[in-house]
C-alpha cells in the first residue's frame, strides 16, 4: 500500500521541520516525511501481515531515514538531537 499524502499534510509537515512550507529539501523536512510514512505503513502491516511489497517499501524508507539522520547528526548534532526528541524517535 503506498501512502499516498493531500499536498496539504506534506506542507504542514515541511513548515513545521522544514521552516518553510516550500523547502522540500531540507533534512529535516525530509525526515519528518518519512517517518509520518513509516507510522502509516507500520499501521498498515499490523492489520495486513501479508502485504510484502508494503513491507519492502517500509524497510526501503527506515533505510532513507536512517541515511538522512546519519548525515544530520554529522553536520549538526544539536539539530540532529532536537529532532529526534521533537519526532519522538530513538531513545
Known amino acids: 500500500m503506498a501512502v ?3 499536498k496539504e499534510k506534506i506542507e504542514e509537515i515541511f513548515k513545521e521541520y ?3 512550507a516550500n523547502n522540500t529539501g531540507s533534512v529535516e523536512g ?3 516525511l518519512f517517518t509520518f510514512r513509516i507510522k502509516e505503513l507500520s499501521e498498515h502491516l499490523k492489520q495486513n501481515r501479508k502485504d ?5 517499501s517500509l524497510l526501503r ?7 538522512l539522520l546519519r548525515y544530520l547528526a554529522k553536520k ?3 539539530k540532529y538531537r ?3 526528541e521533537k519526532l519522538g524517535i530513538r531513545k
Do not use: E, M, N, W
Open 4 to 6: 499516498y499524502l493531500k
Open 18 to 20: 522544514g521552516g518553510d
Open 30 to 32: 525530509q525526515i519528518a
Open 52 to 56: 510484502h511489497s508494503c513491507r519492502r
Open 61 to 67: 524508507l527506515v533505510g532513507q531515514r536512517r541515511k
Open 76 to 78: 549538526d548534532i544539536t
Open 82 to 84: 532536537a529532532l529526534i
